[in-house]
Structure formats: structure tokens, C-alpha cells
């Protein structure tokens, strides 16, 4: 019998929800369970639909990272779980719980973040809630977005011998983290700031996931919230199957290798389990990789990185110089930074 | 210089965010504003969005109401919103903030609650997010619902002439909670027990909204949250329009009367200006007033109770024996019962 929800866990409290009592959706491809809901959109389209929720004390502290990244931040997650079925945006709505001693200066540098990156994505503000909160604030963000019916892309396509594709290199968020945690990590300034604005100001990408709804070009998607192998996770276990991973072809950035050298780590270990990169993680069919790598290079200027293919077998096995490995734990646990 | 929020206010804030920065919508109808925002919705269709933030200490204590009642309130006040505007329920989105201590019991209870009223009035949970909260539970839904193209029914439409019309009377739910604030007052334990469900287990008058809607019967339309003089005015200012009410025609349920006699009070101050009642207030225009009293009778067995008359002049007048005058406020300060 659980009585905590500390012992129920994240995914038994869904579970909670999930279990019978609600009717059933109509018009609907996809409920709990993926990055967004789709629903049936205007003529010709779906709709995806995500909220979040983040609270002081636990996602911010008001004297942390300040409120104008925070309002950026808070954002550009969200557009990232669009990006990842390969929608544009469309509405935005904002819930705010405001403590009655938050500044107002403070109220105003989220709403420029959040505005900045609302411009910058072409998201308005349609709608939301304000109320007073007793202590801690407390906002919810919904996302609405569009994609051309039967375009989107969800976790469970990716099938057996599909290439695995990375949208830009991992880790320099888990880096940026882990100097704000250990300030006494030793770097130059410009690697500082630059690592920490990985961390604090995510890029979600929503042209890459556009092109690749768009060109049909890829069978699954995620973008990496969790860390790499712990969301390639979550692609093979919908798919029902597993993965290969060859280390050598992960990217590792320049700026990524010089705080691992300063850090004393191996930099695969923040690009593999390091979270909150916002990167687009996909799987392509073999035959149309070069097609997906020449559309991104030519019509969005990045480069695709190809790390691995998708396998019969459940599981993720890492692979060095022909020799092939379980990873002890996907995710943050055993990688932690 | 205004430097907390307080002094801000909640328009204030809302203003905050009204202010340039966030891009111009497209397929939308309507944005912050009104109950609802619409955008374009599945061929022939509209659709609604509606979000609200509940959390612990400000809407709800713990120790208090009760999960269930809780979590049917949370959606019912919701689906109001849809009401309000003539949508049908289609989806709805849950974050929730949960802190440690929380007994599973009371989100399993909570979760009853939400889903008897999902399964009540037919919107499915489609999805959500989970995460800690560092002391305060938080809550915030978001419900998407659909109506006919065009159907719709803002607060801004009405004219001058329009009859006032209620969905069903009001007052019940403010003397539940003035029952809760005083139980000192002096009632049968039936009479309280029904004036408690009123305040604790609103019903949204969903049906009573899509048949106006679908009649183009209603030039405007609000639910009465804030109270009905109150909301009233919000039609009057979005519609630059005034209106007279026949305080005679104002409906009072007997169980009403009984509660005013205990508590020696007007029973008027609670149906004018009691919050929470989730009835629904619109305007008709005059030659359709009997085909909208008739068609709520035959279709959905209710009666409408006409209580005055959109004017050209602003402001709300109160009348009683053929003498008019104004409310010294519209809203819970004056009639707070």
C-alpha cells in the first residue's frame, strides 16, 4: 500500500490519471503519454497542445538565475515539446500564482524574457490567468501549436536498422549547470558565460523539426530534456525497440572538451546524460539520411550528426571501437555530471 | 512609481502583459479579454481556450472543502468558462505541483472528483505534466473546447434594447460560503447541507450555452463568477452599453429566502451580488425573448428569468416600483453578504 507520493513516483501519479474514470477522447491522435496531445486542427492540420508548470523553490529561485531568463526559459522548453513533433507554434496562454511581495520590477523582466522569446519564435499571448499565490510563485505555460495533418511526429515511428540523428551537439547545458552547482570549476570567463547561457537561454528547434515533419523525413522525435540516452530511452520504448550508439561519432563541442578538461570528466558523459539541451533527437530511415542531412545543411545552414541505428533488441548498447556495452543506467544517475 | 504588486493589481498585471513585445495572433478571434480566447478550430468550427491557476492556501486549505469537491470544482468553473462563450468540452490539460507530504489518498480523491465531472459533462484528459511543489500544492487547468463557426458569443455584443436574461437564479452559492465563514447562523441541516453543495459543486450550464449559441439567440454572454451585478457590468463595458435590472424580476429560491430570514439579510445582496454562482447571464434581443424562454423550456426543461434591459446609457440602474437608481458598487464590496 503507498501512501507518499514520494513512493508513488511521477509515473504513478500519471497512472492515476490515466486509470478509467474520464471518458474517452474524440478527434484525438494521441493523449498522455507523448511530448504533445494532437487533436484535429483547422482544415488540413492537427493541433498539439503541452502545458508545464514551474514553481518557485523547486524549477527557480527568485535570488537565481533572474527573471528575465526565467521568462525566456520557461518559453522556449515549452516551443521545444512542439519542435519535437515537428509543429509551428501558434497561441500561447500564461497562468501566473504572484506572492504579494514579488517586485514588480521582477514581474516585468519575465515578461520582457518571455516576450523576446515569443518575437523571437512568432508565438503570441492569447489568453491566461493572474492570481495571488501565498508564498511561492507559481506558473503554467500552454502551448498551442499546428502541423500539417499527419505530418507530426511522434516517439513511437522509429523502426529497426532507422538511423539515429542528433540536431546539434549535447552537454553544454549539463555544463552550465554544474558550474552554477561548482563555481569553483576553473575556466575563462567567455567559456563561463557561454556555458551557462546554454543553460539559462535553450534554443528550441523548431526549423529542424518543420523540415523534418514537412519532408516526412523522420519516423520518431524527442528533443532532449532528459539527456540523451535516457530520451533514446524514451524513443525505443514506444517504438518497441532498441538502439546502438557508436561513442565516437557523439559530438562533443569545442567549449564542451575544454570545461571537461578543466572539470577533470569525460565530456560524453554531460553530451550522453547531461540534461536540458532542447536538442532534436530523431530517426531516419537509411535511405533518406543524406537526404535529411543535405536538406538541414541547405535550407537551415546545421549539420545533422548521425551516432547510431535503431535495433530489433530492446535495450541501448554503447559501442567503441567495435566493442559494444550496456550502459549501467540511462540517464542522469549513472552519467551525472 | 508603482513598486508591488498590489498596488499593481490584477489588471494591471494583465496590462503588463497586454503590452507590446508579443506577436500579433493569426486565426484567432479573440485573445485576453473575454472568457475564452478562439481561434480556428476543425472545418466549420472554432476554438476555445481557457486556463486557471488554483493554489493551496489562496483557493483552496488542505484541512478544508475536500479533494473531491476540490477537484470537481477546479474543472466545473472551467467548463463555465466554455459555457459562457456556447463551446462544447473537448479536451483538458492538467499540471499539477505536487508537495511531499501530500497523502496519495487525497490526489486519488481529487482525481474522483475531476473525473466524475469530466464523465458528467464529456471532456476527456488528454493531458498534463507532473512535478514537485516545495510547500503549496498548485493546480492549473486547461480546457479547449469547440463550437460552430461564427456561433460564438462574446461579452461585447450586445445592444441597446436587448432583454437580460438568467440562466437560473443566483445567491445559493454565496450563502454556502457564508455558512462556512459563520456557522453560527441558524439553519436546518438540509438547508445547509444544499446551500454548501451550491458553493462546493457548481454546475456549468453547458447545455443551456450551446442551445443559445446554435440559436444565435444570445447577442452576448457571460458566467456569473464575480457576481451578477458585477459581471453584468462586464458585458455593459465590453458592449459600451448600460443596463437597467427590475429588482422584482431578480430570482430568490425559497431555500435563498430561508437562508436571508436566518441570517437577517437582503436576500437580494446575495443573487446580485454573491460570486461563484456559474449561471449563466446573456442578452436577447427583445422579439426573440419568447422563443429563447420557450426553447430552454422544451429542449432542456429550465426556466430563463428575464430581469432588465440592455440601455444606451452606461452604467447599471436598479429598479424597484418604478423608481431607478444606482448600485453604490457593482460587485462583492457593497453586497458582500
Redesign the interface.
Known sequence: M???????G?FG??D??R?S????????WA??GDD??V?????GER?L???????????FLRGGTGPYLLGWKSLAVNLSDLAAMGGRP??A?????????????Y??DF??GL??C??RY???????????????A?L?L?L?GRVPAGREVYRSGADPGDRILLGRPTGESAAGLALVLDPSIDLPDPDREALLLAHNKPEPQLDLGALLSLGGLATAMIDISDGLLRDLGHICEESQAGARVELEKVPVTPLLARFAAAAKKDPLDPALAGGEDYALLFCVPPQREEEALEAARRDLGIRLHPIGTVTDDPGILLGRNGEWRKPDRTGYTHFRT
Do not use: Q, Y
Open positions: 503507498v501512501d507518499n507520493l514520494e513512493e508513488l511521477e501519479i500519471i492515476l490519471f486509470k474514470g474520464f471518458p474517452p477522447p474524440e478527434d484525438a493523449g498522455i504533445c496531445a487533436l484535429e486542427g483547422p482544415p493541433i497542445v503541452t502545458t508545464d508548470m514551474l514553481l518557485e523553490g523547486v524549477h501558434w497561441a496562454f500564461l497562468a501566473l500564482g504572484l506572492p504579494r511581495d514579488l517586485p514588480v520590477s514581474l516585468e515578461r520582457k516576450a523576446d515569443a518575437a512568432g508565438i503570441p499571448l492569447l489568453g491566461g490567468d493572474t492570481t495571488a499565490a501565498r508564498k511561492d507559481a503554467c500552454t498551442l
